[in-house]
């Protein structure tokens, strides 16, 4: 079993920085890409970013320029730094992670999110 759990959401001004952590535990072999997705009230799940084993990275053009993807596989964790936050930022935020178990296939797990609200 798999879990992710991600920490560091929470209430700012707009203009202001938080930074997000997730952090994989369990049957982990190797883990492949990891991502942060966001979901707010009424609208779909939408990619935020992505990031490859090997540190490639990829984003939303909403959030280019202000948020910085990085992962530490020591840790089997991904982090999201957010600079300049809007309130169109406010979501729940989803860690995503593509993992490899010493069992099994390759599979897609997710935590459990974590809300971020910009205020204006």
């Known amino acids: 079993q798999v879990q992710l759990v991600e920490s560091g959401g929470g209430l700012v001004q707009a203009g202001g920085s938080l930074r997000l952590s997730c952090a994989a535990s369990g049957s982990i072999f190797r883990i492949n890409d990891m991502g942060w997705y966001r979901q707010a009230p009424g609208k779909q799940r939408e990619l935020v970013a992505t990031?490859?084993?090997?540190?490639?990275?990829n984003y939303a053009d909403s959030v280019k320029g202000r948020f910085t993807i990085s992962r530490d596989n020591t840790k089997n964790a991904v982090f999201l730094q957010m600079n300049s936050l809007k309130p169109e930022d406010t979501a729940v935020y989803y860690c995503?992670?593509?993992?490899?178990?010493?069992?099994?296939?390759?599979?897609?797990?997710w935590g459990q999110g974590t809300q971020v609200t910009v205020s204006s």
């Open positions: 995503n992670a593509m993992v490899r178990p010493w069992s099994g296939r390759v599979g897609d797990y």
């Open positions: 990031i490859t084993s090997g540190g490639t990275t």
